[in-house]
């Protein structure tokens, strides 16, 4: 069976500062990887993902995550974060075929 | 495309009732999720079809739990004799085969047990 830890619950940060959401899954077989966001009062939208390929992934709002095996990490970051990424973001993994196990979630607060 | 819809969006019922909840995913994915969220925690995983076959149920899921997606099209999550603890957020989700691993998120609806 496959789990995600995000390490952290809320994370507060400045505008135009940089911000990590730490991701870290464990798993015996080959996973896929992903980031989803949820924005006040809406539902779960898919950030990005990894499947295969290149280790990182990148969104079209600036947001990338690096796939780091030995590590067994997926973290998300933004080198410049804006009041409209204040969300809550999910790190969820899946191992192939079986459905998405998410994280508890990361708070991100970003203040003016 | 509409998107994943979920009705209704909130619902407020009396301890032991039952309630029934209604998806409807994205009409070309096959793939139907149900998961539960409750407060500061991430969405966690309950049932999934592929087209009307119901393929995986979570140990979580109780006897008082049943879901059905007759003709692999819309969804119901019945929850019969509802309990305090039954409060959550409910989450439809829909994808493609299992190449397709983006999956759509409805809004959810809102399950308050008093």
């Known amino acids: 069976a496959q789990s995600v830890t995000q390490l952290d619950s809320q994370v507060p940060v400045f505008e135009e500062a940089p911000v990590e959401l730490r991701c870290n899954y464990s798993?015996?077989?080959?996973?896929?990887l992903f980031w989803y966001v949820q924005y006040p009062n809406q539902g779960l939208q898919l950030l990005l993902k990894?499947?295969?390929?290149?280790?990182l992934v990148e969104s079209i709002n600036g947001f990338e995550a690096e796939f780091n095996k030995s590590q067994t990490s997926f973290h998300l970051r933004k080198p410049s974060v804006h009041i409209s990424d204040t969300a809550e973001y999910f790190c969820?993994?899946?191992?192939?075929?079986?459905?998405?196990?998410f994280g508890k979630g990361t708070r991100l607060s970003v203040i003016a | 495309d509409t998107g994943v819809s979920q009705n209704p969006r909130h619902k407020i019922t009396k301890r032991g009732q039952n309630v029934t909840f209604r998806c409807d995913p994205i009409?070309?994915?096959?793939?139907l999720y149900w998961y539960r969220q409750t407060l500061g925690q991430g969405p966690e995983f309950l049932t999934y079809?592929?087209?009307?076959?119901?393929?995986?149920k979570s140990r979580l899921l109780s006897d008082r739990f049943s879901a059905e997606r007759p003709k692999g099209s819309f969804s119901t999550l019945e929850i019969q004799r509802t309990e305090q603890g039954d409060s959550a957020m409910y989450l439809c989700?829909?994808?493609?085969?299992?190449?397709?691993?983006?999956?759509?998120f409805g809004s959810g609806t809102r399950l308050t047990v008093v």
């Open positions: 969820a993994v899946s191992a192939g075929n079986t459905p998405l196990v």
């Open positions: 079809f592929q087209n009307e076959a119901q393929l995986e």
């Open positions: 990894y499947l295969s390929g290149s280790t």
């Open positions: 798993s015996s077989v080959s996973v896929y």
């Open positions: 989700a829909s994808s493609l085969d299992f190449k397709d691993y983006g999956y759509t």
């Open positions: 009409s070309e994915h096959n793939r």
